[in-house]
């Protein structure tokens, strides 16, 4: 099922209601938490135009044998895009499964296995602003440990927005999250 149109996303209609698929179509919660939800594959390019758009704090980690992070701050979250890593003796790209070490042979298997590449949304006002902004057809009650707000305040919070030191720390620290249990700590820490 294609997404939507290209013009449509992003579009900042604030009178129009949802014209796109499901979020779930779209965002899939991920197996690493709550408040943490996968991007589908081709809404990628679309939703790192969206946030270039809007001009979010951002950072980024560069670690060696660590994946490379992007991160954009926004609300009690943001996104992030891993790539992949390449581990001595491995290919390039490769990511260890869980739980083994591409060098098993010269040391024991790291504690947290590193992130998988692909790109997440942290934070579950960060979700419910992309999902408004997108125009996709949103959850109609709360997710596993989230907290309702009045409907539109997360919109509002987006829109009030200032850049600040505490935004680009946030980026900062979002890009931290290059293994489960780094990704898991920075979610909890976050929440409102």
């Known amino acids: 099922m294609a997404i939507q149109p290209e013009a449509e996303v992003g579009r900042e209609d604030v009178g129009g209601g949802p014209t796109g698929p499901h979020w779930n179509e779209v965002f899939?919660?991920?197996?690493l938490g709550d408040g943490v939800f996968d991007v589908r594959w081709d809404l990628r390019p679309r939703l790192r135009r969206w946030l270039a758009h809007?001009?979010?704090?951002?950072?980024?980690?560069r670690e060696v044998h660590r994946p490379a992070t992007d991160a954009w701050a926004m609300l009690d979250g943001?996104?992030?895009?891993?790539?992949?890593?390449?581990?001595?003796?491995?290919?390039?790209?490769?990511?260890?499964?869980?739980?083994?070490?591409?060098?098993?042979d010269r040391g024991p298997a790291?504690?947290?296995?590193?992130l998988t590449?692909?790109?997440?949304?942290?934070g579950h006002r960060a979700l419910r602003l992309l999902v408004a902004r997108l125009r996709l057809t949103g959850p109609g009650r709360a997710l596993s440990g989230e907290h309702l707000d009045v409907p539109g305040v997360v919109e509002d919070l987006f829109d009030a927005r200032s850049?600040?030191?505490?935004?680009?720390?946030?980026?900062?620290?979002?890009?931290?999250?290059t293994d489960r249990a780094t990704l898991r700590w920075v979610v909890t820490a976050l929440r409102p």
């Open 110 to 114: 790291p504690s947290s296995p590193l």
């Open 163 to 177: 850049h600040d030191a505490a935004d680009v720390e946030q980026a900062e620290l979002l890009a931290s999250c």
């Open 28 to 31: 899939t919660p991920s197996e």
């Open 54 to 61: 809007h001009d979010l704090p951002a950072a980024s980690g």
């Open 78 to 104: 943001g996104v992030i895009a891993v790539s992949a890593v390449t581990l001595p003796g491995g290919l390039p790209g490769a990511v260890p499964p869980p739980g083994r070490h591409a060098a098993a």
């Open 117 to 122: 590449p692909g790109m997440r949304v942290l």
